[in-house]
């Protein structure tokens, strides 16, 4: 019985290797005179399909729009499609699949942290360049490799440093209560944010590390409310961000300003929506890496671009995360010339320096730096009007590390 | 049927080995990646198959020893230096330490009790390997480095197969012969009936805890295996979806066979890249696909896909 | 500090009528048919949703969305039966096998209803159902109530009473309570006993269905919002698995103790109480806090 069983695998890795074994290696795999093969993933199944499909797409739109202006140095980008559901261990596979069966040139790829870091060992090994998507990509960047490039709407921790010093130095707070999250994504947050208080010299007064799947805030914020903060911070996710908001509703917090971070407010009129209680937009306020709110005036050429290319779908918040990965990807591959290699895409990455008009800040990279942006705004809103709060701020890449 | 494998069914299990030697230089890293994935599942599918369709124990605790043994193993070689071979014991003994302790505490229960119960250590223990973040680097994951089996290091996926080949095959060949034995005689008649067996002189306690820790140790040299092709573990690798993906793999496979975890674990595990790759343009529609794939299997194949194969050929498992 | 102690304590009151509620549908489906529905939390999902869709694209007025709901729930769990389950017990399987495959079919259950919704409108963004019952919170002393919550352990009361009622004095009742008892005898006595299992996921369904209206507003939906079964789990194995009142005093103790954990030792341990709870109970007194001794069935 066992036999037969093993005949069988063994029929199947024959019929596997007669697959695999037929592509032979170039100088660089993927670049040929007439193209570039770029593999890119993201989740577009499962939970988290919402925060990979739309950006993908865009960085799609961006590379089709870069054929249509004849593609770079005469060479056409062709595009490979894996859905990676945000598993670190599919992840893995996807981006082995990339690289060993599709041999891409480069992947530009990854929606949440811990798939990217996973491929980490992989892309540092067999030297492929490697641009994230719009995952933050903390610990994928820090302590930088050679050959991933990301956190191109800035990492966690950039935004986390960004809020504290909007509190600090905007609102004034000196006593400050945090909620966030017991992930990586928290973890990322808090860090940055906890650096950031101790060097302005403000005090935590109030630490709330709660589970994304938690299902009562009740507690949390009652112990947010006896310790008097003058500025709550909050780094949850969509749903318990809007618990976090109706309890301070409810339980009178309004007073206390409370700033919210993008990854709970995506689309902010649904947030509101959700809220159920205008009282709670009083003294409320809002980070974004982006320029502007995302459907906003200085996003409306993305918006409308994506509605042209995708008729049926409406872009969500996460959309334009999308299109900076792509821009560097195809103004490094025009840097490195005609004589296409992995190494030189790597050297024209590292000296990228431009605007997105995406985000708040430039996408800067250097040798030793490979976390594309450390900008984010503050948005006031009161229910009905976004209002972007003036001064830049900015993380300065030391806090928290 | 009892007594040792004759060594004709042993020869199946050197052919493994030897397609874990040849195969790494002919095919792409992806293939072997897969391939390595897909040998692990089948450790932790024959290893929950122990308890679940030998000795009939309804738990789902499994994914909790799994991830005893990742941990374990990665810790135990940066922390302390021990290589891998030493680590995976110490580690696998481990996981059936603490198999041994839920099997103790559990033991009143039967079916949907102690299914529930186990259900919540496995989720405690996810909890606990996100929150311990001193030991396992909690929800920002753990970086693996390349572990040594005897001089030879396995940081990529070419040299990591022929070690978890004959891992695997040593695992096989233990089953063959725990299912023959005395023991794997007392899980069956534990399963069939706990008061015959009682009535039979079988100490009823005594043999549900060897199916736990027997049971555990597997997942616990499964997790081990993991450290030896990926280099990077968090404790997103242990939650719920999985503890379904490997009881799924046994049920879909055959409850209670040898070769039905097994396919179950190539067919499982093989699932999500085929569906990858037929429904191009179609990603989103791949949940409900797959929910419909384990109902159908099910419904058609309730004794899973070993038993029909044995009730058509008119084989006996 | 005692003002937070009671708050804690009413929310924890009114979240534990909710995982209550969806309970007793997993109890109903345990006690009849000896199943772990491990779809059940998806159930709650898509009546949540129902309503939804019910309420904003075909603009029904709450109670339209509420009979909607309940119609299709209880054709999706009557025909999960009549279909998958009872095909498989026609089959004679071997010892727990039977319970291990059903357990797998209800898990796929789980992945099928959560990949319809995934691929509709209005589920990429988290959305609160319209809450039944609007209006300011309610004061009682220092302690703040929203009129829903207040619904919520109202209604998981009633229905709990209902169902009592339901099957202590109607004939269907009593015809469904000694199918779950001894389907053997039941069938002997002439009751037909596929359509009476058929009926009671049929109705746990609709249960199912209810909890998820009633906690749309309060916990939000999303397609994922099904896990909130892992806590009605928590709270039927508190109240003992065979026991629907104890479900109720279950889930109250689940809700109190979580929030008390989450004041006095740490937020990052309330989604760590109920597993721990599971785990007391089960191996402390595995008949549940509020259950007599451990019924053992015999088929």
Known sequence: MLATLIRTLLLGAGAALALGALPVRAADPGVTDTEIVIGLHAPLSGPLAAFGIDPLNAAKMWYEEVNKKGGIHGRKIRLIVEDDKCNPNEAVLVVKRLATVHNVFMINGGSCTPAVIATQEFISREKIPFAMLNAAGDNGVFPPIRYMFGAFGGTQRADGAVLVEFAFNALKARRMAFIVHDDEYGNAKWATSKAVAERLGAEAVAVERISPRVTDVTTPMLNIRAARPDVIISAAYPQPAVLIAQKYGEFKMTAIPMVQAVQGIPVPDIFQKNVGNDAVFSNFYYGSPLNDMFNGPRQQKWVQMYKQYYPDRTPGAWMAFGLPPAMAVTRALEKAGRNLTREAFVEAMETLDFESEVFAGKIQFAKGRRDGMRSAIVIRFDGKKHTVMPGAYAWNGRDGM | MYGSPSYARLAPLLALVVIGIVLPPLVPQYFLSLGNTLMMYAILAVGLDLLLGWAGQFAFAHIAFYGVGVYGTVLLQSKLGIPFIPGVLIAAALAGLIAFLIAVAAIRLHSVYLALATFAFAESAQWVFNSWEGLTGGADGLRIAPPSVLGWTTGTDARAFPVIAIILALVIGATMYLTRSRLGRSLCAVRDSEHAAAVSGIDVFRTRIWAFVISGTYAGVAGGTFALFQSFVNPEAFGFSQIVLVLSMVVVGGLGTLPGPLIGAVLLGLLPEIMRTAMRGLFVWQELVYGLILILSMMFMPRGIWGLIAARGGRSK | ?299
């Open chain 3, 1 to 299: 500090m005692l003002i937070s102690l009671l708050q804690a304590i009413a929310s924890g009151v009114v979240t534990g009528c909710a995982y209550a509620l969806v309970a007793l549908s997993l109890v109903m489906i345990y006690k009849s048919t000896d199943v772990i529905n491990f779809g059940g939390g998806e159930m709650v999902m898509i009546g949540g949703y129902l309503a939804m869709f019910a309420l904003l694209a075909i603009g029904l007025p709450y109670a339209g969305a509420f009979v909607f709901a309940a119609v299709v729930a209880f054709m999706v769990g009557a025909a999960f039966d009549r279909v998958v389950l009872d095909r498989m017990l026609g089959r004679a399987l071997p010892g727990q096998s039977v319970l291990v495959a059903m357990v797998i079919a209800t898990v796929g259950l789980s992945y099928v209803l959560k990949g319809l919704v995934r691929v509709v409108p209005y589920t990429e963004e988290v959305r609160r159902l319209a809450p039944l019952f609007a209006g300011d919170p309610v004061f009682l002393g220092p302690i703040i109530l929203q009129r829903q919550d207040i619904a919520i352990v109202v209604i998981a009361v009633l229905l709990m009473r209902a169902w009592w009622a339901f099957f202590n004095f109607t004939l269907l009742g009593k015809a469904l309570r000694a199918t779950s008892q001894n389907p053997r005898a039941a069938a002997l006595i002439g009751i037909p006993v596929r359509a009476m299992r058929m009926t009671i996921w049929g109705i746990a369904a609709i249960f199912a269905a209810m909890a998820g209206i009633l906690l749309g507003p309060k916990l939000l939906m999303t397609p994922d919002m099904g896990s909130v079964v892992i806590l009605a789990f928590a709270a039927a194995i508190v109240g003992g698995f065979h026991n629907l009142p104890g479900c109720i005093l279950g889930g109250v103790v689940l809700g109190v103790v979580q929030n008390l954990v989450g004041l006095y030792i740490s937020s990052r341990a309330i989604v760590l109480t109920p597993f721990v709870v599971i785990m007391l109970v089960l191996v402390l007194r595995p008949q549940g806090l509020f259950g007599g001794a451990v019924v053992t069935k015999k088929v």
